[in-house]
């Protein structure tokens, strides 16, 4: 009975990343807001009741495609603060890497911010405890990176944060995903005279530099940054 539970224990994880893998598969080549559990059931050779025996739901199934999406972040990211020494230069690796991943993978960037939306108790409802906490351990995983170049900064004496370094990692990511969707549209909205709208060009480059300046301006102590 043990082999036989064991067994089928396998064939049910091995499914299930075959049907997360199609997903991811689907929103790398289609994008997020397209994808139907239809065609990710059809993509694997099932059909999508199937699909539901093993998720909760849509949403459980793109969170953890999520969870791919991040466990490859933060291998982007440790790797981005390994390689260099001053606090400094570690957030700005950091901070650039995170953006080089979301501008090479839009769809992380749609699915992460389409369950960023949802509140939290919805969330709870739709998605299981299981997927929850393998969510969070994804998004923990990259955040504690950069809260960690944080404390490190602080300790060291090159930032200054005046709230909890956890608090502003999470603010940091936040606001990085906003400025990718920035990146991926190209377009900025300015006046060109009182009351004229107008639409001119924004690139990604340009965004990258504008979050890692941002970053760093926010942590260097005033000190330095009028010297």
């Known amino acids: 009975m043990d082999g036989r539970r064991k067994a089928a224990a396998a064939r049910r994880r091995a499914r299930e990343a075959q049907i997360i893998a199609a997903t991811r598969n689907l929103f790398d080549t289609k994008g997020v807001r397209d994808v139907q559990i239809e065609e990710i059931a059809s993509a694997v050779g099932i059909n999508r009741a199937i699909v539901y025996r093993h998720f909760t ?28 020494d001053s606090p400094t230069d570690k957030l700005a690796a950091v901070v650039g890497a995170f953006v080089d991943y979301g501008v090479a993978h839009p769809a992380f960037v749609d699915c992460a911010q389409a369950l960023m939306i949802r509140p939290g ?105 009028t010297a």
């Not at 459980?60 to 490859?72: I, M, R, W």
């Not at 170049?149 to 606001?175: H, I, M, R, W």
């Not at 005279?193 to 965004?207: F, L």
């Open 57 to 84: 739901g849509k949403e459980e199934l793109f969170a953890l495609t999520l969870v791919g999406y991040l466990d490859e972040l933060r291998e982007s990211l440790q790797e981005a603060a390994d390689g260099e």
């Open 121 to 225: 108790d919805e969330l709870l409802d739709e998605i299981s405890e299981g997927a929850l906490f393998r969510l969070g351990r994804g998004i923990t995983s990259c955040l504690t990176i950069f809260s960690g170049v944080l404390a490190k900064g602080v300790e060291d004496g090159a930032f200054e944060v005046a709230d909890d370094p956890v608090l502003l990692a999470n603010t940091l990511y936040a606001s990085g995903l906003g400025a990718l969707q920035l990146a991926r549209l190209g377009i900025l909205v300015h006046e060109a005279a009182p009351g004229v709208p107008t639409v001119g060009q924004v690139t990604p480059e340009q965004v990258r530099k504008y979050l890692v300046t941002s970053a760093l301006a926010l942590l260097t102590p005033a000190t330095t940054r």
